[in-house]
C-alpha cells in the first residue's frame, strides 16, 4: 500500500490525498500504487500541496498506517504529548478538510 502525502500550501499542515483531495486525517488517505507520481505532479502543478511525495503504508486496525516512523509521527503527532494528537474529525479544530 502507498499513500500520498504533502503539505498545505496556506497552512503548512500535513495532508494525505483522498482520492479526490487533501485532508489532514489519515483516516481519509487511500491506497495509491502506481499512480503516485501522477497524482503528485498534477496535484503540485494545481498548487493544492507542497513537495507532495508516496509512503509505504499498511492497514493497522482499519486505518491505513505509514511504515516509517517518521511518516507515523507525520501522521499522528507528537510521541511525547498523546493529548497533542490530532484526532479523527476532532470537533474542536473543525473539518480541516483540505
Known amino acids: 500500500m502507498r499513500l500520498l502525502t ?4 496556506k ?4 495532508t494525505w490525498w ?3 483531495d487533501w485532508s489532514i486525517h ?4 487511500v491506497d495509491v500504487s502506481g499512480n503516485e507520481d501522477e ?3 498534477r496535484e503540485e502543478a494545481a ?3 507542497n513537495v507532495p511525495y508516496a509512503v509505504d503504508a499498511e492497514m493497522h486496525d482499519g486505518s491505513p498506517r505509514p511504515s516509517h516512523i517518521k511518516e507515523r509521527v507525520r501522521a499522528l503527532g507528537p ?3 498523546p493529548d497533542l494528537t490530532l484526532k479523527p474529525a ?9
Not at 489519515?26 to 488517505?29: D, F, Q, V, Y
Open 39 to 41: 497524482i503528485a505532479r
Open 47 to 49: 498548487r493544492r500541496v
Open 79 to 81: 510521541t511525547v504529548r
Open 11 to 14: 497552512t503548512g499542515a500535513v
Open 26 to 29: 489519515i483516516e481519509e488517505a
Open 90 to 98: 476532532d470537533p474542536e479544530i473543525g473539518n480541516w478538510v483540505i
Open 6 to 9: 504533502g503539505n498545505d500550501l
Open 18 to 20: 483522498t482520492g479526490k
